[in-house]
């Protein structure tokens, strides 16, 4: 009974915590389920499933944002088409790869590993981006130029290696590009949102038949918890950046990979 309760807790708070900053929320689940001992398989659907929680943080902190880029549609005001034309830009290339490599991304997900590896290399990137770029404000999401966005996609797809991080990719890719902290940040908030739908949506179809009435329960939990913590952290996640940058979560995907390495040698 505690365990049906405690699991979808830990991962939910895991999932919320780690989803929108750049440290990677499949990795940390996978190294979760690891850690403490739970069935990953059993859990991998699960992980899944709990994923439109966190998303429904950026929809309820930004709401008046997506309000405003509706009603702008609806006029055709150039910067509300920008905005939409930069997500569905950025989005597309994710699309492309993962119906083509479905399958291989799936096996990867399996190898701990490989997360480990992928959080220290991660951490490298995000220290030599922070040194050696310079950007400007872009003026928002909309004020993205068209070839940028499409850069900050194609860079998205790396993100399909788990420990990578989606939104750590994203961020960087950006950067990298010349695009400020904030935008680039909020760039890859609302990026999120298509991408992780659709990537849910995939994965629960694919994986329909390990779906039963009994797990429902425990991802309401997990739903809930990724939700009320992701509000908390996307705030505080501008905050620290703004002040600090990007450092911080440089070294402690270093510290975190380099742990999970010599806790898998040993275990």
Not at 22 to 48: K, M
Not at 82 to 98: D, H, Q, S
């Amino acid at each position: 009974m505690i365990e049906m309760y405690l699991i979808p807790i830990l991962l939910g708070i895991v999932e919320g915590l780690t989803e929108f900053l750049p440290v990677s929320s499949t990795g940390h689940l996978i190294l979760a389920t690891e850690l403490l001992g739970f069935d990953a398989e059993a859990w991998a659907v699960f992980n899944i499933a709990i994923q439109p929680g966190a998303i429904l943080a950026i929809v309820v902190l930004y709401w008046r944002t997506f309000m405003d880029v509706l009603a702008g549609l609806m006029r055709w005001e150039p910067s509300a088409v920008a905005f939409t034309r930069n997500l569905l830009i950025a989005f597309f290339p994710a699309v492309i790869l993962g119906l083509a490599f479905g399958d291989q991304i799936d096996k990867l997900l399996e190898n701990a590993v490989v997360v480990a590896w992928a959080l220290i290399i991660g951490g490298v990137a995000i220290l030599v981006v922070e040194k050696l770029t310079k950007t400007s404000d872009a003026g928002g999401v909309a004020g993205v130029p068209f070839k940028t966005a499409i850069g900050i996609g194609l860079v998205q797809c790396i993100a399909m290696i788990p420990g990578v991080s989606r939104s750590g990719a994203t961020i960087l890719g950006a950067m990298a590009m010349g695009v400020d902290r904030k935008t680039a940040a909020e760039f890859s908030f609302f990026l999120a949102l298509p991408t992780l739908t659709g990537a849910t949506v995939l994965q629960l179809y694919k994986n329909r038949d390990m779906l039963t009435p009994d797990e429902f329960g425990a991802i309401a939990i997990g739903f809930v918890v990724s939700f009320i913590v992701a509000l908390v952290v996307v705030k505080a996640f501008l905050k620290i950046i703004t002040r600090y940058g990007f450092v911080p979560f440089a070294w402690y995907r270093i510290v975190a990979g380099a742990a999970a390495l010599i806790w898998l040698a040993n275990r």
